[in-house]
């Protein structure tokens, strides 16, 4: 089972708002990873959690927080976001990054969720 | 700065005919090479990685991998309708805990 689960899978909020994208998987994957993907651009790395510890940040805006709770779970707080965060929103997530290699490095996505800011 | 590159296309096949897709990588500390498949409006679908020079076949599709020349390569064979699709190639990052994406081929197979 290959299967990384995203929710909501649409979201539409204002700029005032708050929402968080939840991300879970099964698989016992130590690696999970936050992307944004822009309309015919590839996906673009935000954050990634090794171990559910915060590895890479991207320098990502402050607006945007992410969070793994446990092994399984990663989520993005979203805070007064703007119309240009619009995107598509993918978490992915790997074996690990403990030893080197195309197994433990193959990342799998989740379907992703259409966010748009009013 | 590590870079992968890959046409952005279109690329026009037949259906039936072999697709060829290829891409270059900067990074010669890189190990590790994917390709995905991905839809309009949809996620990335892991097609297959390769690791080792050469060829590695998988039904239709065969990864190819010359770390001389650092060249990726996939081929479809027998191209589908519905293989048309954006391939985004990646290849693993030498010293941090991610992958790079080029910028995708658009690929169309016309019946």
């Known amino acids: 089972d290959t299967e990384v689960t995203q929710t909501p899978k649409h979201l539409v909020m204002g700029m005032t708002n708050k929402k968080s994208l939840k991300c879970e998987q099964h698989m016992g994957h130590r690696a999970m990873y936050w992307y944004k993907q822009k309309a015919k651009k590839p996906p673009e790395l935000m954050f990634v959690?090794?171990?559910?510890?915060?590895?890479i940040n991207e320098s990502v805006p402050s607006r945007f927080s992410p969070e793994c709770p446990n092994s399984s779970l990663l989520n993005l707080h979203l805070h007064a976001l703007q119309p240009e965060d619009s995107a598509l929103y993918l978490c992915?997530?790997?074996?690990?990054?403990?030893?080197?290699?195309?197994?433990?490095?193959?990342?799998?996505f989740g379907p992703g969720t259409r966010l748009t800011v009013l | 700065q590590k870079e992968v590159e890959q046409n952005s296309g279109p690329l026009s096949v037949p259906e039936g005919a072999i697709a060829s897709l290829n891409c270059t990588y900067s990074d010669r500390g890189s190990q590790s090479f994917f390709w995905y498949r991905q839809y309009s409006g949809k996620s990335p679908e892991l097609i297959m990685f390769?690791?080792?020079?050469g060829d590695k076949e998988d039904g239709r599709f065969t990864a190819q991998l010359n770390k001389a020349s650092q060249y990726v390569s996939l081929l479809i064979r027998d191209s589908q309708p519905s293989d048309s699709a954006t391939y985004l190639c990646?290849?693993?990052?030498?010293?941090?805990?991610?992958?790079?994406f080029g910028s995708g081929t658009r690929l169309s197979i016309r019946p």
């Open positions: 959690y090794s171990y559910e510890k915060l590895s």
């Open positions: 390769i690791y080792s020079n």
């Open positions: 992915a997530s790997s074996l690990s990054r403990s030893t080197r290699g195309a197994f433990t490095d193959t990342q799998y």
């Open positions: 990646a290849s693993e990052h030498s010293s941090a805990s991610k992958i790079i």
